[in-house]
Nanobody
Framework: QVQLVESGGGLVQAGGSLRLSCAASGSIFSINAMGWYRQAPGKQRELVAGITSGGSTNYADSVKGRFTISRDNAKNTVYLQMNSLKPEDTAVYYC?????????WGQGTQVTVAS
């Protein structure tokens, strides 16, 4: 089992920045890749950014150039630096881990961007 705990969400003005953190614990040796997803009201959950165990990254087109995903293996933590935030970035952000035979999800953290 893997436990994921997100932090760092909140309310920010458009153009501002936030950094989300996701701390992993438990059977972290089983994790192949991690990512951040988001779900806005009335919309499907979507991938925002992902990072493999080797450090390769991918981003949704809507956040390229504004968001950066990174990981600190020593701290078993993944980060999402979000800059130039827009009202359309408002959503609940979830951390996810690919554990091979099972995916794991955090509880989510709310990000609200005011115009």
């Amino acid at each position: 089992q893997v436990q994921l705990v997100e932090s760092g969400g909140g309310l920010v003005q458009a153009g501002g920045s936030l950094r989300l953190s996701c701390a992993a614990s438990g059977s972290i040796f089983s994790i192949n890749a991690m990512g951040w997803y988001r779900q806005a009201p009335g919309k499907q959950r979507e991938l925002v950014a992902g990072i493999t165990s080797g450090g390769s990254t991918n981003y949704a087109d809507s956040v390229k150039g504004r968001f950066t995903i990174s990981r600190d293996n020593a701290k078993n933590t993944v980060y999402l630096q979000m800059n130039s935030l827009k009202p359309e970035d408002t959503a609940v952000y979830y951390c996810a881990a690919d554990g091979g035979v099972q995916d794991y999800w955090g509880q989510g953290t709310q990000v609200t961007v005011a115009s």
